[in-house]
């Protein structure tokens, strides 16, 4: 199985098992990537990190035969390739391990690693073809400690274990360049660290590992080198050895043009909503939250940082009543909210508390709905918007219209399908309806996620002049400099925990900096 | 599916060019056999309009297809597939028959045909309610369970007319004829009373109910709450459960809506027509409701329109086969199966062509965001 790589090199050092070069993807208007260089050392782990939507997953997909770059030079161990499917790529030595698992539930262990190979041995018939796989694969199990029963069936063992089965799969299929797309997502602790023991045995045997992940201590548990991503681009190689969780949550996160937010302090006024000890528990066990507190005041802006997926949209999720937190009390103006007393989104919208979700496509609007239809999702119950059946039209469309002239949005055509807005105007429809409610508290996610600069400005402005009369609000970003910029305190949060809450004057990025990598 | 073609070309062109598609092919096949497709094609058109009392039998076939179509949309606005049609017909003609053979000695008939249709429509709910249920609560999908459910209804049916609700001393699985008067007026009756002599045809009361159940959907989906929850559950259940409703809920309540429609179907069969229950009065107007709301783009206009197509369709073909000896009921059957091919299960095969043409003769004004 061991192929060329690891001892021949006698004089000079081996060529790069991968070393990309000016690689460039575009999905319409979106650069997934831009200009992006990559050189891994044969035998090493290579971590990419960046936050979701960086591009690192189109990269890979690249490399795996998904996508085709638009531009820009692959090269596999030395050698100048085209690839053009996964095919091809498998050929070259390739293997992925996806995010969501390639398996068949109902068939067993080796008959998935099989599947799409049932030839490869040459045996007469299927049977024997098994018979001369579970030869091999007994081997590979040996050689890379990646035992696994090959006669149970993949829908009766664990997450860790079929993710075993997939990485078995690809050695298999003679992969000697191994990546792994968000690899822990869906891992218990346990699972994990078992993960990275198996990687650094693929290490040892000479196995090149692409691992993609947003999640720093991965990178610098197991990498060698890590690459950092930010917007399509390359930002960064560094050696790990050589850097700090610290300095790679800054890269991750960038630095912004700083924005006018015009952030003055105010009067903070009576407490509107406790969080007490909140956790939820998601499926196979995982826990997402880690008892969350805090309190949240009138006329203050309560920042949560962090690098996305550590609790933020569940946090959000647990406090606008989507998803009931599995133990743990919100108490919003002496209203009780817990496992035992759950509350439906219309519940908590009715004690004045508003959300601004972060995936305002999916959540937020609904894209093929006219921008008038979108204006009052969640709000279509309300009096004003005809009697207790009827639905107006012409109703909507003048709500919609006022809330396009308040808020600025263009085209100001209500009857405009939502899909055709710019990302900055659709952002602003879905601040426009939840601010014109006039709550007491408003969860914000990720307010300028996709917004151009002249939007941004916009909605700092009226976010803050929010506060100033009184609204008690809730910012989840995952930029840290609209954090620092127009909170009143900064909880920050790491691996579904709060680390700890930080008021102005005492928030800086490298602070917070700190605490989002779970130094602190 | 987003098309990015404007609305005349996807609700106007569209359609035609499809129906189009399945005449052609039609008439290659008929041409093979020896037969002139035009002389053909215009038996079916004087078959379906033209003849005797030939528009009246088409709008008979066309108001069970725009209940069966109507049905098949308002679950496709919540994403839901129902091909429960056949059943839920079933189900709604037991309804009016238990109800008429149960009462009809006792209360007058102008009160019973007020009660039959609340009663159509309350049995085909129930029959599209529980499958609308097991989705919601127990994961189960609606495709399958309304198929299996149309089984159902179907033993159901076989049960009771060979069975208690045969008419004794006869051996047809059906019961005994429904009491003087009990049925829905016809429109040649109608015509008589006003001293207008208009052929004989089936054609009753049941196509007006139609046309304003027609007008109630389109009020439920695009002038309502419901109707509005209904269309965002269906595009993004994500952004349902945000504004706090429960897919669950709106789930069960569409597919008794649409089991609803698809019951009053019986209206126009069992108390337009028959006047009695009978065995299989369906005939498949059911499954041919998903072509129908396919074609009519889930609006009722559309599928108003659809319905006349496929009525006339099933009129003319009738006629076909009366007069060519070559042309038999099968090969009518194929050529109804044509449309349905492109018009439902191959509805979208120009559009590619047909967007690819249109932006190189148009220049789109903006790009799309």
Avoid at chain 1, 364 to 383: C, D, I, K
Avoid at chain 2, 25 to 33: H, K, L, P, R, T
Wanted: some cysteine.
């Amino acid at each position: 199985m061991t192929k060329t790589t690891q001892h021949n090199a006698r004089g000079g050092t081996p060529p790069p098992a991968i070393a990309l070069s000016g690689i460039s993807k575009t999905f319409g208007a979106v650069r997934a990537n831009d200009d992006i260089a990559l050189t891994v050392t044969p035998g090493h782990i290579h971590g990419i990190v960046g936050e979701n939507g960086a591009g690192k997953s189109t990269l890979v997909s690249i490399l795996y035969g998904f996508y085709q770059a638009d531009s820009g030079d692959i090269a596999i161990n030395g050698q100048k390739v085209q690839i053009k499917s996964t095919a091809d790529a498998i050929k070259l030595g390739i293997g992925m391990v996806h995010q969501h698992f390639m398996l068949v539930p109902t068939f067993t262990v080796l008959e998935n690693i099989i599947l799409g190979h049932e030839h490869r041995k040459g045996g007469k018939s299927l049977d024997d073809e098994i018979a001369l796989a579970r030869q091999e694969l007994s081997n590979l199990a040996q050689q890379y400690g990646l035992e696994v029963d090959f006669d149970a069936l993949v829908a009766d063992l664990s997450v860790g274990l079929q993710q075993r089965v997939e990485i078995l799969k690809t050695l298999y299929r003679g992969a000697n360049i191994l990546i792994l797309d968000e690899p822990t997502g869906v891992l218990t602790p346990q699972e994990t660290d078992q993960l990275f023991e198996i990687l650094a045995t693929l290490r040892q045997q000479g196995v090149t590992v692409l691992l993609i992940t947003h999640k720093l201590r991965e990178i610098m548990a197991i990498t060698d080198d890590v690459s950092v991503m930010r917007g399509g681009k390359m930002v960064a190689h560094l050696t790990t050895a050589k850097t700090s969780p610290e300095e790679l949550a800054e890269l991750m996160v960038g630095r912004q043009v700083l924005i006018n937010a015009d952030f003055h302090d105010a009067e903070k006024g009576e407490v509107c909503l406790v969080a007490d000890n909140i956790t939820l528990t998601g499926d196979g066990g995982i826990p997402l939250l880690r008892g969350i507190s805090f309190d949240l005041r009138a006329g203050e802006i309560l920042g949560v940082a962090g690098v996305s997926g550590n609790g933020q949209t569940e946090l959000l999720e647990v406090l606008s009543g989507i998803t009931p937190p599995t133990s743990g009390e919100i108490n919003i103006g002496g209203q009780v909210i817990g496992a035992h007393q759950p509350a439906t989104p219309n519940d908590v919208k009715n004690l004045g508390l508003a959300h601004v979700p972060e995936d305002r496509h999916a959540m937020g609007m609904v894209l093929p709905f006219s921008a008038a239809e979108s204006a009052v999702l969640g709000y279509e119950r309300q009096a004003a918007l005809g009697d207790s059946i009827w639905f107006g039209p012409d109703l909507l469309q003048n709500h919609c219209a006022e809330l396009m002239q308040d808020y600025d949005i263009r085209p100001a055509d209500p009857a405009l399908k939502c899909n055709l807005f710019s990302g900055g105007n659709q952002q602003k429809l879905v601040l426009a309806r939840e601010m014109s409610a006039a709550p007491k508290i408003l969860l914000v996610g990720q307010p300028t996620r996709g917004v151009d600069i002249g939007a941004i400005e916009f909605i700092y402005q009226r976010l803050i002049a929010m506060r100033d009369q009184g609204c008690a609000i809730l910012l989840v970003s995952v930029e840290l400099d609209e954090i620092l910029t127009l909170s009143d305190r900064v909880m920050v949060m790491n691996n579904g925990a709060s680390m700890g809450i930080v008021d102005k004057k005492d928030a800086d990025a490298q602070s917070i900096g700190l605490m989002m990598a779970g130094v602190v | 599916m987003s098309s990015t073609l404007p609305r005349w070309i996807d609700v106007g062109v569209m359609p035609l060019l499809n129906i189009l598609a399945a005449f052609i092919v039609s008439g290659i096949i008929i041409a093979m056999i020896g037969e002139n497709p035009f002389t053909a094609l215009g038996v079916m058109l004087k078959g379906a309009f033209v003849y005797k009392g030939a528009l009246g039998y088409t709008l008979f076939y066309t108001t069970n297809f725009i209940f069966t179509g109507l049905a098949v949309a308002v679950a496709f606005h919540a994403t839901l597939f129902n091909i429960g049609g056949e059943g839920q017909a079933m189900m709604g003609g037991l309804g009016i028959g238990l109800l008429v053979l149960a009462l009809d000695a006792v209360l007058p008939a102008f009160l019973l045909i007020l009660l039959a249709i609340p009663v159509s429509a309350l049995m085909g709910a129930a029959w599209g309610a529980v499958p609308g249920y097991l989705q919601a609560k127990r994961g189960s999908h609606v495709v399958i369970t309304t198929i299996m459910f149309n089984f159902i209804a179907s033993s159901i049916m076989v049960w009771l007319l060979a069975g208690t609700l045969m008419q004794p001393g006869q051996m047809a699985p059906e019961t005994r004829d429904f009491a003087e008067g009990v049925g829905l007026l016809k429109f040649h009756e109608i015509a008589a009373m006003l001293g207008i002599k208009v052929a004989r045809s089936p054609l009753n009361l049941s196509f007006v109910i139609a046309l304003a159940a027609a007008f109630g959907v389109w009020v439920l989906i695009w002038r309502t709450r419901l109707g509005y929850v209904i269309r965002a559950t269906g595009h993004s259940e994500k952004a349902a459960i945000y504004a706090g409703h429960s897919p669950q809920r709106i789930i069960i309540i569409t597919m008794a809506i649409s089991g609803g429609l698809a019951g009053m179907m019986a209206l126009n069969e069992i108390l337009g027509v028959q006047h009695k229950l009978i065995l299989d009065f369906t005939s498949g107007f059911g499954f041919t409701g998903i072509a129908v709301a396919l074609m009519g783009r889930n609006h009722p206009v559309g599928i108003i329109f659809a319905s006349l197509l496929f009525g006339a369709l099933y009129q003319g073909g009738a006629e076909l086969d009366f007069e060519f000896k070559t042309i038999t009921r099968e090969m009518v059957l194929m050529i109804q199966g044509l449309i349905i091919l492109f018009s439902g299960a191959l509805v979208y095969m120009f559009n590619p062509m047909v967007e690819r043409l249109y932006h190189r003769v148009f220049t789109p004004q903006k790009g799309t965001a």
